[in-house]
């Protein structure tokens, strides 16, 4: 309830930002041109949202695989997509080399889950499981819809910013007041696009929240990451730079690999390359200790800080606990 909360509240917020600054230039100058920008703002946003299955297919070399290819593979999001309630989504694998997993698609009945060869081979099939639940979870929560709705916030923000800022007309119309305007548009424009940032924390979140709602256990899904940050560290730089772009669709952020491996090995007390049950419990009963450096970086990710997500799945033993007495 309280990721829901705060995301209704981030929604909230960001579109009060709008209406705020489009009432504030109508007063200023009138119904003007920066209308105009909004709705191109919107096309755009449209477009992307219509074409980017097929960006996503071409960029990381994604072909879907029939039942009789990947048995346990479609077996597995056949049984998650059930216990979820959707449709089941197209199964695909990626070609990238890259260990990871990602979801996406339109809308409901156009979910995609796919996945890399290198993931298969990393993690054990209940790890795995956990993984796809995580993405199953982005399908259900309609999450490519809401990070597209919210993304719309900065586009239009940036479209009146330009516009009072830079367009002569705008600023021969409202003088001073018009620049002021722009000014705090843009202003805004830098604000909601942290903001978009935050709302896709809070969604990586929710999703492995409800992984777990669908009998997947805590320790596997943390394994499951701990694995995929040890293996992503392993994926040369070109790689990762190739699949800059889309990272944000991943079960977690390659680039930052690197720099998350030393605060994991803490948690993996007896180094046996996963995180068990009594460790993650361990975690729970203790804190957990990010340092201001990585605390500054989270706020420019799309994805929670590693130490602080594993955190937040060591107290989700409850939440398991019920779904299995269930």
């Excluded at 597995?76 to 990626?94: N, Q, T």
């Excluded at 993304?151 to 367009?167: D, K």
């Excluded at 800080?305 to 606990?321: A, D, E, F, T």
């Amino acid at each position: 309830m309280w990721l829901t909360f705060r995301l209704y509240l981030l929604m909230t917020l960001m579109f009060g930002m709008v209406y705020g600054i489009i009432i504030a230039a109508a007063y200023a100058i009138g119904l003007g041109n920066f209308i105009a920008y909004g709705a191109i703002a919107v096309i755009m946003l449209l477009v992307q949202y219509l074409l980017g299955p097929k960006m996503v297919e071409m960029s990381m070399g994604i072909r879907y695989v029939s039942e009789s290819e990947r048995p346990e593979l479609h077996g597995m999001v056949e049984e998650l997509a059930d216990a979820a309630g959707i449709h089941k989504p197209r199964v695909g694998i990626a070609s990238i080399p890259i260990p990871n997993a990602f979801a996406f698609g339109r809308w409901g009945g156009d979910g995609r889950v796919c996945v890399t060869e290198s993931i298969i081979k990393l993690l054990s099939p209940k790890e795995l499981r956990a993984v796809l639940g995580h993405e199953i979870s982005h399908l259900k929560h309609r999450d490519v819809a809401v990070i597209t709705m919210l993304s719309l916030v900065p586009m239009v923000l940036w479209y009146i910013a330009w516009h009072f800022m830079f367009m002569p007309r705008g600023r021969d119309r409202g003088g001073n007041q018009a620049v002021i305007i722009g000014i705090v548009a843009f202003v805004l424009y830098f604000v909601t696009n942290l903001l978009v940032l935050y709302g896709s924390r809070i969604r990586e979140y929710y999703a492995d929240l409800g992984s777990v709602k669908l009998g997947n256990t805590p320790h596997d899904m943390a394994t499951a990451l701990y694995k995929l940050v040890y293996g992503s560290a392993k994926v040369p730089k070109e790689a990762l730079h190739e699949c800059e772009g889309y990272k944000a669709f991943f079960a977690n952020d390659p680039s930052r690999a690197r720099s998350e491996i030393k605060d994991l090995r803490q948690l993996d007390a007896d180094m046996s390359g996963s995180i068990d049950a009594n460790e993650l419990e361990a975690l729970r009963s203790g804190r957990v200790k990010v340092g201001l450096g990585d605390r500054f970086l989270e706020i420019f990710s799309t994805h929670p800080n590693m130490l602080k997500r594993i955190g937040y799945l060591s107290r989700l033993g409850p939440v398991y606990m019920e779904r299995r007495g269930a």
